[in-house]
T-cell receptor, first 114, second 114 residues
């Protein structure tokens, strides 16, 4: 069965600082990987996704993520955080074993200090 | 396209009352998902439909919960009778078919059961 872990419940960064949110998955083969963002009172919005090919994926709002098979990770990064990036971030994994139904992590809450 | 539409956005009801949540998926999407989000349990998949047919309802917590999709443009999630522990944000998401499972989420319905 597929599973995804986001080890950090909260992350606090200063505006302008770099950001890395961690995501680890458990699955034997290459999964489909996603990062979503949820602003307060809103639904989830897709930031980026990885299916195959280049392991460094570019997304919206200046985010990128890198798939590392050896570490079973798909960490989300941004070189310079803006106050508007404060939100909840969810990693998700979908696999053939799970009928391609995404399983979501518990989320990481990003707090941005001015 | 207006995106996934959910109604109502907020619902406050008393324990024992029937609650019906509504969802209109994006036109052309043929899979629809209902999720529940709470602080304690995160984002839980309740049920999903493919071509209006319920495929997996193993996430539905109990018989008090039921979901229907009478046509491609409408789905309901009903709780009868409601209980305080049902208080949560309920999301609907729709997806096009295939392995490119990018889910488009609605804004959610915040349910409070007193």
């Amino acid at each position: 069965a597929q599973s995804v872990t986001q080890p950090d419940i909260h992350i606090t960064v200063s505006e302008g600082a770099s950001l890395e949110l961690r995501c680890n998955y458990s699955y034997g083969a290459t999964p489909y990987l996603f990062w979503y963002v949820q602003s307060p009172g809103q639904g989830l919005q897709l930031l980026l996704k990885y299916f195959s090919g280049d392991t460094l994926v570019q997304g919206i709002k200046g985010f990128e993520a890198e798939f590392k098979r050896s570490q079973s990770s798909f960490n989300l990064r941004k070189p310079s955080v803006h106050w508007s990036d404060a939100a909840e971030y969810f990693c998700a994994v979908a696999t053939s074993g799970g009928s391609y139904i995404p399983t979501f992590g518990r989320g990481t809450s990003l707090i941005v200090h001015p | 396209d207006a995106g996934v539409i959910q109604s109502p956005r907020h619902e406050v009801t008393e324990m024992g009352q029937e609650v019906t949540l509504r969802c209109k998926p994006i036109s052309g999407h043929n899979s629809l998902f209902w999720y529940r989000q709470t602080m304690m349990r995160g984002l839980e998949l309740l049920i999903y439909f493919n071509n209006n047919v319920p495929i997996d309802d193993s996430g539905m917590p109990e018989d008090r919960f039921s979901a229907k999709m009478p046509n491609a443009s409408f789905s309901t999630l009903k709780i009868q009778p409601s209980e305080p522990r049902d208080s949560a944000v309920y999301f609907c998401a729709s997806v096009t078919s295939g392995v490119n499972n990018e889910q488009f989420f609605g804004p959610g319905t915040r349910l409070t059961v007193l």
